[in-house]
């Protein structure tokens, strides 16, 4: 088996190690929004709050992000320190500001809520379409 797996690319390796310790492979780009060609990960808190985020672990790195989302317009961007990297980010109160970053969050919440509910997590469930409802769509 080892020699076959020299013979992998480095993800197929992971994915396999990971398969034979039986955890699960997520991949993000189910929870991602692309605006601005950034990749921004929707996170919802148990509180019934979204927010727009992308961790980066250089400072320039993450002005350039900030940067380029204030130019196209989206001007509640913020950046600030978290867990010793930068993180910028959008809350929900600049979210509403425009309506077509609401609709693609409103498909990425509404992927996140059937996951929920098909692996029966009612309360996540809950907590999802509480985000919804406050985000008016």
Do not use: F, H
């Amino acid at each position: 088996m080892i020699e076959d797996w020299g013979k992998l690319l480095d993800a197929e390796k992971l994915r396999q190690l990971l398969a034979l310790v039986n955890m699960n492979v997520k991949p993000l780009d189910r929870s991602l929004v692309d605006e601005a060609d950034v990749k921004l990960i929707v996170y919802v808190d148990n509180s019934g709050y979204v927010e727009l985020r992308t961790v980066r672990m250089d400072y320039g790195d993450a002005m350039r992000i900030l940067e380029r989302l204030k130019r196209t317009s989206y001007n509640g961007a913020e950046l600030t320190k978290w867990n010793g990297r930068c993180m910028v980010y959008m809350s929900m109160n600049e979210i509403k500001k425009y309506q077509d970053l609401v609709i693609e969050i409103y498909k990425v919440l509404k992927r996140m809520c059937r996951k929920a509910m098909s692996k029966g997590r009612t309360r996540r469930m809950i907590t999802i379409t509480s985000v919804i409802t406050n985000l008016n769509c």
